[in-house]
């Protein structure tokens, strides 16, 4: 919605990574000399780690968009709490290799037969981990199992391993991984954009799909903005996308401070609504981040449920203001022919006090309403088959 608005060519704030997009942070610069020094040596592992959000599925995202197939077979694994066999079959299955039953043995031959092919082919093989702080023990010690694969004296499997911060420390920590922390030959935490870099991540997605100024960017929200987000890249995506949207749905061509306040605001109750814990200072993460890209809160889940009970509160409160509306009549301020002809006249402060009570219902009606057309257009452009609607 909010693109059509401002003539946008696309939505820049999405939160699905796409390499086109990509901003190199300084951090976001090392981290990619790391890999390409990593990824030179043709061996052992590379660890890229960050807080949630902080930008690894998009740095490996533009990693992909350079490599080239014809050089280099991918499989990319999204872990779960899984085991060192399970790990061994979901290796496998990413590289598309047919493995039958769960047999262990058979599936890591299948592994080395396909790494042999593929290296006499000329090709590197490259695997890549994510989501590795869910990993078992023994998982990781399977991915290192794998690493002792060789054509002589070639190495086959190089991997990549990306994970949150007490994954780096699991490494670093462990007494039984001494074995996997001598093969790492590269190693990078991504930290958070500074201020600067918030504003330049900001104008760079806005630019790339042709932003000519409109809408303004006001005096102050920027540096607020940075603020909310504490730089974390998914959080700026989050605020920016309902930010536009809220300026869309009012017809605003300027973002303000306060419409950033607003914003917060009704993020902060989405989040107190599905979780009881708030992490982050201005709670706009969900609590539990287990996966990407659901590591904000399923929008798809919404309409069925939270809609109904936003719409339902909406008419509970139109139905305190219809009660309002009977408060002034009974105060003596309704119309003169249906006034009763002997009542006394209210009091100003009745009559303010009523007045107040009808505008703060209509205010929270107007706040209620407002967050439900939100929350169905997110849900309408998040799914392409929905867009049309």
Known sequence: MYDQFYGFSG??????PDPEFYFESSSHRKAMSYLGYGLNQGEGFVVITGEVGAGKSTLVAHLMDRTNPEEMTVAQVVTSALDGNELIHVVAQAFGIPVEGQDK???LGAIERFLQDEAREGKR???IVDECQSLDLT???EMRMLSNFQLGSHP????LLLGQP????????????DQLRQRIIASHHLEALDAEEVEDYILHRLKHVGWQGRPTLRPGLLPALFEATDGIPRRVNQVMNRLLLLGAIEEQDALTTEMLDAVIEEMGTDTARGSSSQPSPLSIEPSVETAEPAEEQDIDSVPATEVAALLAQRDERTAELEAALSDLQAAGIAPIAEAAPFSDEPSEAEVNAALSRIEQRLEEQEQSFRHVLTMLIEWLENDKSREAA
């Open 156 to 159: 086959l499997l190089q991997t």
């Open 166 to 177: 007490e994954f780096r420390r699991t490494l670093a920590q462990h007494p039984d991984l």
């Open 11 to 16: 939505r820049p704030f999405q939160l699905t």
């Open 105 to 107: 043995a058979a599936a």
């Open 139 to 141: 998982a990781l010690e």
């Open 125 to 127: 093989c490259l695997l």
